[in-house]
């Protein structure tokens, strides 16, 4: 059997495969966040000992040989180790909001925009760039003690093959240090954020991705392990998006727009990045805005509905939902893709007294399909779209999103993303598997003519609210 290992933010789960890509069986098993005063942490300890406790279960409920593993997990975020891949704090999260201020900083004197110029890459506050240097500032004594600093899987494929030294590959390094031409680090990039002192914490990046043998902890010992890519290009490699011009919606507790390209075009508007993947001269163009499914989740937990309820709800209410309208930006942080906006914030109009439960949810789910089309149209899809995530598990909500976008979905269920890591693996261990039959798609949703064109009217409606808010949030 072959198994992808996903780390993700909330929830750690392997996956076993047969050759043809039949999933299987799957463990999983949550980790908790630690939320305060704008710092969002995991414990690391918590986290390799998920990871280990899903690989034994999951080995143990599927006794066949291991043909190999691939590793993938959440991106962004830093995690620093000592020498031998052991935490010296707790790991700071791609959703930690401390450095905000700095991205403040850097948005006004330009620094923003001369390290997007470089790299492709949009910074955030929770991207290496800024936690590293907001560490620097306020907890130095963390980066002397630590021997680099790493991403989620990194730090796991150290402790469980043993590897002399921490490494990373080209998808994790894409945000946001990386010249995506030379595919090695930008030292002018280093220099500009004020981390030159502190450069020798990036770990190697190692091209194409590291690879090793499990020393028996989860894995039987000798197992071979393949370290990346993380989360975002997996899934599209899960999902079958490689051509140029095909994306990928991944419909989760955020909202990421990814679409596969040869393309460098480092003009524009700085946002999103550009993921080097282990093919050099090919990219994917990503648009991760911060809230997805999240939106929805906080008005149903709002109105008191449980989601056993939305399809019916969904069905209640006829499209445009009586007037109500929702800009879906609900992240303490603001937006992140496909503009950088701190400070936005989610607005609701258009609610009145005759305003149902069934009219809010259906306008957040409208309201996250415009968010997604604009997501794609700035990541230049032209091609076929996957979706996949949380959300496909709502029937009606991927009619209305087929709808909202005015395109076929090609509807990708299962672990998408230790899919893609086992597909990533096999590449790199020369292991020959059938890649259109590990990502055909479960169903494919066609969108409705009428309701297609009605909804093209309502995204251009949509962007006029949008660049509105904007000029609030910023006055």
Known sequence: MYLGIDVGTSMVKAAAFDRGGRELAVEARPVGLALRGGAVEQDMEE??????????????????????????????????????????????????????????????????????????????????????????????????????????????????????????????????????????????????????????????????????EARGAGLPAGTRLANG???????????????????????????????????????????????????????????????????LDWVLSTTGVRHEEVDALLAATPPGAHGVRVLPYFAPSGERAPFVEPRLRAELTGVSLESTPADLIRATCEGIGYAARHCLAAAGLTGTLAVCGGGTRSPAWMRLLADVLGRPLRVVEGEVGARGAVLAAAERFGTALDAAAWTEPTRVVQPDADRAAYYAKGYEEHLARLAQARERARS
Not at 146 to 164: E, H, I, N, P, S
Not at 246 to 266: F, K
Not at 269 to 276: H, K, R, T, V
């Open 229 to 295: 890519p993380y989360d975002l290009p997996a899934c599209a490699l899960g999902a079958g998006v490689t051509g140029p011009g095909d994306g990928l919606l991944i419909v989760g507790t955020c909202l990421a727009a990814l679409v596969a390209t040869t393309d460098l075009d480092l003009g524009g508007e700085p946002a999103g990045l550009y993921i080097s993947t282990d093919r050099p001269g090919h990219w994917l163009r990503a648009m991760p805005a911060m809230v997805g499914t999240a939106a």
């Open 47 to 212: 986290v390799y000992g998920a990871v280990v406790a899903v690989l034994r279960a999951l080995t143990a409920r599927v006794p066949e040989p291991v043909e190999l593993a691939g590793l993938t997990g959440q991106g962004d975020g830093v995690w620093l180790v000592d020498a031998a891949g052991r935490p010296v704090r707790p790991a700071a999260s791609w959703m930690d909001g401390r450095a905000h201020a700095l991205v403040d900083q850097w948005l006004a004197d330009g620094t923003f925009e001369s390290v997007f110029r470089r790299t492709g890459s949009a910074m955030f506050p929770g991207c290496p760039g800024p936690l590293l240097a907001w560490l620097d500032r306020y907890e130095p004594t963390s980066l002397e003690a630590a021997a680099a600093a790493v991403y989620c899987k990194d730090m796991v494929f150290q402790r469980l093959t043993g590897a002399a030294r921490a490494v990373t590959d080209v998808s994790d390094a894409s945000m946001p240090f990386l010249d995506p031409r030379t595919r090695s680090y930008d030292n002018r990039v280093v220099e500009l954020l004020g981390l030159t002192h502190r450069r020798g914490l990036l770990a190697p990046v190692s091209d194409p991705v590291a690879t090793g």
